[in-house]
Structure formats: structure tokens, C-alpha cells
């Protein structure tokens, strides 16, 4: 039997379709798989997690999982996938511990096991010592922490995250990344909506991004890493404009404070005519300021959006 979550050219739009907020998106999700979905503000990422969760329904297309269509059967898909939320509601009058044991309970943990769960999860991400305050007084980084808490326990096989580690300190960013990754050694399917390229480069196994609601990559995080190793970007700062037929890919000219500001995408074979053509450019004083760094990870997804 298939064991992935299969959307296939699923669309859904808005105000009376003046907005396309999903396009056509045909995407597996495979057990032990940690994806991240990128894109700017508004791609539609959110859109697409809540069609899959069957709160919001597609206007085409299917999403399908063990043979079961998530948009005939909604209640199917609330009790197989757990999400936590971009905004979760507030934990007003209630204690982190009963917030999480509220959640246990609903997926059916014994009385016996449900402190024995509550502890491990509590232990694992470090936040033992707030389990019993109540949820109005916690930091917004300890309640997004309840919120992934929440949607771990007693966790169904498949898990969706709006922007878990907003807000959360960079220790315990590291620890949620860890726990989402023993829940793919696990085989769940594990699907993250991120703006933090980096964490993505570093723990996801998979991006897709998103572009206006369509799909425009669908990669193994190691392309990404690939491409950001075989390239570096060169900044300069000149005072007369540069013979830009020589320079080999320009990326974007700014003029700033009456000074011309260049920053040049290179390939590794591109550095050594780069740096005689630079020194060139700083014997006969055009080039005042320079730098040569690894080629940053938000430049590479601009020039993959129209953004
Ligand atoms: N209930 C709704 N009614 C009308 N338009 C909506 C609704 N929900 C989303 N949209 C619109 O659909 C588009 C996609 O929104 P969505 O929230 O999926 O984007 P996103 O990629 O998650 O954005 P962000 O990164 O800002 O959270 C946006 O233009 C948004 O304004």
C-alpha cells in the first residue's frame, strides 16, 4: 500500500477567484521525511496545510492517504494529522501541563501513561520548569512551545507545522528541529511551513517553495546545499561605473550615497578572473571597497521567486 500523502493538481482561490491562493499543486509527502515549505508572504503555504488538514476545502483536485480522501472524509484526516497552527489561541486559565494533557486526551492516552508522556515531551524540549504556570503568563516562545507540545503527543502519523520556531530561543530552535527529525525516524510525514532558510538547509530533507500558489521547486535540501557551496557573491562599492561587459553576472547594480554598490553572483571557476579583474578595478582606484563571501542563502531563494 502507498503510505505517502499524495496531493494531486488541488487549486483553491478567494474572492470569487480574483485570488488564487493554491494552483495546480501535485505534491508527495513520504514517511520519514522532513519538508519544508518556503515562500514569501502570502505564497499560499497555509492555504495548502489547511486543505490537507480538511478545515478548508479545495475547489479541485485530491489529497489522498492510505486510499483515503482527505476531502470526503474530513474526519479521517482531523484524526490521522495533527497541525500546529501559525496563531494558536490563547492558554488562558490553563497550565501547560493541562493544556498538552487536554490534547492527550483527545488521542486517547491512558491515565497511566498521560504524565509518563507529558514528563518526556516537557524533558525533551527543556521546559520542565513552567510545566504547572498557567499559559497567560508564559513567554510567546513558551507558548508556541505548548503548542508544539501539544501537537506532539500521542502523535498521528502524519504532522504539520505553521512556523514552529518562531519566537523560540536558538537552543530549543535546535531541539524542536531534533524532535521533528526522531519523529520522521519514526516514520511519520513531517511537513514544516518556514521562512528560516537556514534551518532549512540545515534539518529539512526536502523544500518545496512556493511562488503565488504554484509550485516552483521541489528539491532534496542537498541541491540547495550544492548550489550555495559552488557559489560566492563578490560586493563592491566603486566610485565610477565598472566595464560591466567584463563583469560575469551582475546581479543587481544600487546606486547608494553617490557611490555605485555591485553585487556579483560567482561560480567557484569564476573567482580567479574575478580577483585579477578586481585588482585591476582597485589599482586605478574605480573599486574603493570589496568582499568576497560564501553566496547568501535569502539571495539564492529571491532569484528562485518573483520576490
Ligand atoms: N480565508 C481567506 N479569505 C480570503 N483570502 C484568503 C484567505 N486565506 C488566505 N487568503 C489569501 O490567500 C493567499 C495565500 O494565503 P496563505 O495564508 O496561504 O499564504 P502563506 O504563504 O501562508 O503566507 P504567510 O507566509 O504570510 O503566512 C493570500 O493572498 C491570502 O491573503
Known sequence: MVTSLSTYSISKNYKHGRINANKNITVDFSPGEITALTGHNGAGKTTLL?????VVKPDSGSITYRGISFIRES???RELIAMMPQFHAPLVGVTLRQAIEAVGKIRGISHLEMNESIDQIAHDLKIEKWLNIPGQKLSGGLQRLTSFAMTV??????LLFDEPTNDVDPVRRIIVWEYLRKLANNDHIIVVVTHNLFEV???ADRYILLNEGKVTQDEHTSILRKELLSSSLLSITSNKPLDEAKIPDNLNTNIKDGALEYSIHLTNDQIPK???WLLQ???SNKITHYSLSPFPLDMLYRGLTDG
Open 281 to 283: 578595478g582597485i589599482k
Open 274 to 276: 574575478a580577483i585579477e
Open 50 to 54: 489547511k486543505q490537507i488538514m480538511g
Open 75 to 77: 474526519n479521517k484526516a
Open 153 to 158: 503527543v500521542a502523535p498521528p502519523p502524519i
Open 201 to 203: 538547509e540545515r534539518y
